[in-house]
């Protein structure tokens, strides 16, 4: 093997391209199961489709329906669990016009809702006894002002193609779901101020149907609706599913970490139990950024498979429902979502990999129950991405994660994934230390998991390292974790920025150059970038906003429902109760104070921060003479989703970086 060339670091030449990175973005969103056939189909994003979400049958691979169509909902505007199947019928929400649809095989999508675009459908339900029934979510923008929004659920008779009331009174609804003998409905709800992962409840009730005779319209009504669990502000319940007619599954954090509970409602006083005899601190779900997670599913009546976070990564378990144990299975899958049962025996998920692309996999256990079995039906090395387009990659580039523990200020755990600049041709010139890129996630209720993202090792096999910081008030490390953002956004965060870099360059670790540490994050995260620039902008070379917020006041105004009030808590009030606070932690009022150039991508139609937050900040930058780049992307909204725009996004940092540091790309070749 010939010898690396040496060469400054973040000047490596790549055969990982934006445009590969593009390719790649075509992944699995959602897996979908036919309870009654058992067939899998799977739900793709595509940027090279201009961003929309198609319906796959799985074994086939055969598209559901036609380019015109695009399987995808604005439901709390991020969406999510757009489409369900029965008995070989796919129903999806239809992005353009709002409308649901059902497609049988080999034929047309028919609209089963009236025409009406001030509605949003998600999270269906099919009932398994009147299966020309459906629940979902309804979200009605009639009145558009974010506090005139209406979320409720309702049930559409197919047959009819007509919508009725089911359950309203809560502003978010979530994971309608039936008992095995649709007697029974469970669900999820929550009020304001709290978002899902802060005060959301389970609900059942008893379901009856309603009209249907001489083609007249069938209806569900719901009679002894009760709360199960959760308790506002509090306790958060998630994800319910069957255990048969009588059990009911959820997740819950009363321990302090999401974890699997039970009750049975025959029971004369049904009261809800946690599952597991011995608890563990580890959560077995996820926030509900976004509609249709599935962090576990029942296999039997007594036994479930179960995800959980370890750790930063996901392992798999086999809980026994009635003993309260569970038995760990092996497996090579760090983020493991959209856990599906297939049979008694076996499941489907979405698995991320530290070296592989996401892949859509079939678990099957063996006979003890101990083992598991894997084999990818779709992605993976395999799949759409790098192998799709011809170009796979070599694996000896992809720079490995490596999770690390610092020290917070005020001393609690700090969590972070290290990557070190990764490329088997070259190495940098001896006593140089790599550039790094501080990398922030949105949310900020979210975390940065450890699966391969090829974005990350566009800049690694480049010659920069690259760090993701789980900062306070990131998930996946129980409530408490996430509770340490509250009343300290872009305090807590910043800080937690700041000191892994500075962590990253000292004498005890010494990986990263102290002078070229770039930083960057969209969203939430893009938030923190321009606090930190403001903050300590001699910390950081350079930094890039990706959609960021940079005025807390018209955030609150201008944002929508879902989040409308979730900065509240987040800041430590309303902007009425603290404007001190909200003035000094909005960066559009210190953009002078930013020394460091600054690169701001934003998209044209983004509904969760409006362009009007990045011209605000671009404008007072200008004014006091300070270095900023300001890129546009229309027609995209929060988030790139066209491979055009995750193209020139990309391209377009890190020639900013080289630009910043005076370094060549791919000056050397190998």
């Known amino acids: 093997m010939p010898s690396p060339t040496i060469a400054p670091f973040g000047t490596w030449a790549s055969p990982i391209s934006a445009a590969l990175v593009a390719k790649a973005g075509t992944s699995f969103d959602d897996v979908l199961v036919d309870p009654v056939t058992n067939a899998v189909y799977h739900v793709e994003k595509r940027p090279s489709e201009a961003g929309r979400s198609v319906v796959v049958e799985t074994a086939s691979g055969k598209d559901v329906f036609g380019s015109e169509w695009n ?36 034929g047309p999508p028919v609209p089963i809702t009236p025409e009406n675009t001030n509605h ?114 509090a306790e958060s319940a998630a994800q319910p599913c069957w255990a048969g007619a009588d059990t009911l599954l959820f997740s819950c954090d009363a321990s302090g970490y999401q974890s699997p509970w039970a009750v049975d409602l025959s029971a004369e006083t049904p009261a809800p139990r ?158 140089e230390r790599p550039p790094c890129v501080v990398n922030v996630h949105g949310g900020p209720t979210a975390m940065a998991p450890q699966g391969l993202s090829l974005r990350q090792q566009y800049f690694t096999s480049r010659g920069f390292a690259w760090v993701d910081v789980n900062y306070s008030g990131s998930s996946g490390y129980g409530r408490r974790y996430i509770e340490r953002l509250v009343g300290s956004w872009g305090v807590a965060d910043v800080e937690d920025c700041v000191d892994t870099a500075r962590a990253l360059a000292s004498p005890a670790f010494g990986e990263i150059d102290p002078a070229r540490v770039l930083i960057t994050g969209g969203s939430a995260g893009g938030y923190t970038v321009l606090q930190a620039l403001c903050a300590a902008s001699d910390a950081f070379a350079g930094g890039t906003a990706s959609y960021g917020i940079s005025n807390l006041f018209t955030l609150m105004q201008d944002t929508h429902k879902f989040e409308s009030h979730y900065g509240f808590r987040l800041v430590g009030g309303t902007p009425q109760e603290v404007p001190d606070v909200y003035r000094a932690r909005s960066p559009v009022f210190h953009a002078e104070r930013i ?54 996004a990309l391209e377009a940092e890190l020639a900013f970086y080289l630009d910043v540091l005076g370094l060549r790309a791919g000056a050397v070749k190998s």
């Open 71 to 106: 399987a995808r909902s604005g439901v709390h505007e991020y969406g999510g669990a757009s489409a369900t199947v029965y008995a070989g019928v796919v129903y999806f929400s239809n992005f353009a016009d709002g409308r649901v649809y059902s497609v049988e095989k080999g």
């Open 120 to 233: 949003r459908f998600a999270d269906f339900a099919v009932h398994p006894k009147a299966p020309y029934l459906l629940v979902a979510i309804l979200e009605d923008h009639t009145h558009p002002a974010p506090s005139d929004v209406a979320n409720s659920l309702v049930s559409i008779d197919t047959r009819s193609k007509s919508v009725h009331p089911l359950v309203s009174g809560a502003d978010f609804y979530a994971a309608p779901a039936f008992s095995a003998d649709g007697a029974r409905l469970a669900w999820i709800q929550w009020l304001h101020p709290d978002m899902p992962w802060e005060g959301a409840e389970v609900h059942v009730a008893d379901v009856q149907s309603h009209g249907g005779a001489a083609g007249a319209d069938a209806r569900l009504l719901v009679k002894n609706a009760r709360k199960v669990k959760g308790a506002r502000t």
């Open 274 to 431: 946690a599952v597991l005899a011995a608890p563990l601190a580890q959560d077995f779900a996820m926030p509900g950024w976004r509609l249709g997670g599935s962090c576990g599913a029942v296999l039997d009546a007594k036994t479930a498979l179960c995800t959980a976070l370890r750790d930063g990564r996901s392992v798999l378990y086999l809980v026994d429902l009635a003993r309260g144990t569970h038995t760990e299975l092996a497996s090579p899958y760090v983020l493991i979502t959209q856990i599906r049962r297939t049979g008694s025996h076996s499941a489907v998920f979405l698995g991320d990999a530290t070296d592989a692309p996401k892949a859509l996999v079939a678990l099957a256990l063996d006979e003890s129950g101990t083992k598991a079995r894997f084999a990818t039906l779709g992605g993976g090395d395999a799949g759409a991405g790098a192998a799709a387009a011809g170009e796979k990659t070599d694996k000896a580039l992809f720079a490995a994660p490596r999770p690390l523990t610092f020290t917070a200020r005020g001393g609690a755990p700090l969590h972070v994934v290290f990557y070190a600049p990764t490329n088997p041709g070259f190495a940098g010139p001896a006593g």
């Open 595 to 648: 020394t460091a150039p600054l690169l701001v991508l934003q998209g044209s139609a983004d509904m969760v921060v409006p362009p009007s937050q990045a011209e605000e900040m671009v404008g007072v930058i200008r004014a006091h003479g300070g270095r900023v780049q300001y890129k546009v992307f229309e027609g995209e909204g929060h988030g790139w989703r066209k491979a055009e725009t995750i193209v020139t």
